[in-house]
């Protein structure tokens, strides 16, 4: 079954450093998103990604965050300076039409700013 | 304010009974309601899709319902086994417009099953 690959799976990073989450979605997929999630409370949408232009982004989604799509298979999430609240499991996630059949998760990246 | 809640954070439950979930919404209008499963350290897992003109959807042992007058979907497992014991998540889909849907989460429900 195809699936949604996440990289890495655990990144620690040094408060105010820039990261780059990457994510590979499942090809013949047309609709692309980040969420997030702290630890011990609820999945959080951050952006939607459509036709290489964010589509919707949340009020966390603020300018210390970029998403892009550098080529054919890639959808990395840049946070630029990180602080210790950005610490949380980032989930990339990708669907054919625009969740009607669901959104395909990848497995996470576990960011922890310290 | 808007607000989906899944009224219980636990749920415990004897291996081969039903388990029955719930979601509630408030001050939502939306275009269709998603389940899905979440295991520890990992994503959350696509189950079911019910649109808001749609009352009842089944897989296999699952069953949703859909009650927009109620704003209340209920989700259900039966002959339920030690391994569908996750945390179950209720997912609003809205349109937001320019084509695009907005998917928020519940906190999610705990479900353990006891052998």
């Known amino acids: 079954e195809p699936e949604v690959t996440q990289t890495p799976s655990h990144q620690v990073t040094q408060m105010g450093q820039e990261v780059i989450l990457r994510c590979v979605p499942i090809?013949?997929?047309?609709?692309f998103y980040w969420y997030r999630q702290i630890l011990g409370q609820k999945v959080e949408f951050l952006v939607s990604?459509?036709?290489?232009?964010?589509?919707?982004k949340s009020e966390i989604f603020d300018d210390q965050f970029s998403v892009e799509r550098p080529d054919g298979s890639n959808f990395t999430l840049k946070i630029r300076s990180t602080k210790l609240e950005d610490s949380a499991m980032y989930f990339c996630?990708?669907?054919?039409?625009?969740?009607?059949?669901?959104?395909?998760f990848g497995s996470g990246t576990r960011l922890t700013v310290v | 304010s808007q607000k989906i809640e899944q009224n219980s954070e636990a749920l415990n439950i004897q291996e081969g009974k039903t388990a029955t979930l719930t979601c509630n919404y408030t001050?939502?209008?939306?275009?269709?309601l998603q389940w899905y499963r979440q295991d520890p350290g990992r994503g959350p897992v696509f189950l079911l899709l019910?649109?808001?003109?749609?009352k009842e959807k089944r897989k296999e042992r699952l069953k949703v319902t859909f009650d927009t007058t109620l704003k209340q979907s209920l989700f259900h497992i039966t002959a339920s086994q030690p391994a569908d014991s996750a945390t179950y998540l209720c997912?609003?889909?809205?349109?937001?417009?320019?084509?695009?849907?907005?998917?928020?989460f519940g906190k999610g429900t705990k479900l353990s099953v006891i052998p």
């Open positions: 996630a990708s669907s054919h039409f625009d969740g009607d059949y669901g959104y395909t």
């Open positions: 090809s013949n997929h047309l609709y």
């Open positions: 990604f459509y036709n290489n232009e964010i589509s919707e």
């Open positions: 001050n939502y209008s939306p275009a269709y």
């Open positions: 019910i649109r808001e003109n749609e």
């Open positions: 997912a609003l889909g809205r349109y937001s417009g320019a084509g695009s849907y907005q998917l928020t």
